[in-house]
């Protein structure tokens, strides 16, 4: 069983940590992907610091309390998607641990968050991926998103999924 706690600005630094470790694994399969997080530019660490400040980034917890993941979950998402008319909710930043990785918890993450927006009547579940990393896309592929466009960032080109539930 998995717990979902809201971070605060205390969780600022284990934050950065995950991401840097997320960023050093994909480094270590070549991938570019999320390098920026081994030294993390103004802008990012601002985009990080308001969303734990909107309260939109959860850590998750093992049955021992240890944190095994962290995600950001929003309601809109103008930045990569601008305006939209449906209601919907965006992942980001799903990062898993190194001592995680490969245990399905990204999987139940989602599948998680699925059964809340279906109680909540939010049918519509979106996200974005590196389109430089197809292993991932392939991943978000195979647990049912769509792919329904692309998104030139400054530091990346990411393949926008959505998934209706």
Same mark, same amino acid.
């Given at each position: 069983? $998995? *717990? +979902?706690? =809201? $971070?605060?600005?205390?969780?600022?630094?284990?934050?950065?940590? +995950?991401?840097?470790?997320?960023? =050093?694994? %994909?480094?270590?399969?070549?991938?570019?992907?999320? #390098?920026?997080?081994?030294?993390?530019?103004?802008?990012? %660490?601002?985009?990080?610091? @308001? !969303?734990?400040?909107?309260?939109? +980034?959860?850590? /998750?917890?093992?049955?021992?309390?240890?944190? *095994?993941? $962290?995600?950001? %979950?929003?309601?809109?998402?103008? =930045?990569?998607?601008?305006?939209? @008319?449906?209601?919907? @909710?965006?992942? &980001?930043?799903? /990062?898993? #641990?190194?001592?995680?990785?490969?245990?399905?918890?990204?999987?139940?993450?989602? &599948?998680?968050?699925?059964?809340?927006?279906?109680?909540? !009547?939010?049918?519509?579940?979106? %996200?974005?991926?590196?389109?430089?990393?197809?292993?991932?896309?392939?991943?978000?592929? @195979?647990?049912?998103?769509?792919? *329904?466009?692309?998104?030139?960032? #400054?530091? #990346?080109?990411?393949?926008?999924?959505?998934?209706?539930?």
């Amino acid at each position: 069983m $998995m *717990v +979902f706690k =809201l $971070m605060t600005l205390e969780d600022l630094p284990v934050c950065l940590k +995950f991401l840097y470790n997320a960023a =050093l694994r %994909l480094k270590q399969k070549g991938l570019t992907q999320w #390098s920026y997080w081994l030294e993390p530019p103004e802008e990012k %660490l601002a985009w990080i610091k @308001n !969303g734990i400040a909107e309260q939109q +980034f959860y850590k /998750v917890l093992d049955t021992n309390g240890a944190m *095994v993941a $962290m995600f950001r %979950l929003q309601t809109e998402d103008e =930045l990569y998607w601008g305006i939209q @008319n449906e209601k919907a @909710n965006y992942i &980001h930043s799903l /990062v898993v #641990s190194d001592e995680a990785t490969n245990k399905g918890i990204g999987r139940a993450i989602i &599948h998680s968050i699925e059964s809340q927006m279906r109680i909540d !009547g939010i049918n519509l579940l979106r %996200l974005d991926c590196d389109s430089a990393n197809p292993g991932l896309c392939a991943y978000y592929e @195979n647990l049912g998103f769509k792919k *329904v466009g692309t998104k030139q960032m #400054s530091l #990346s080109l990411n393949n926008l999924y959505e998934k209706i539930l």
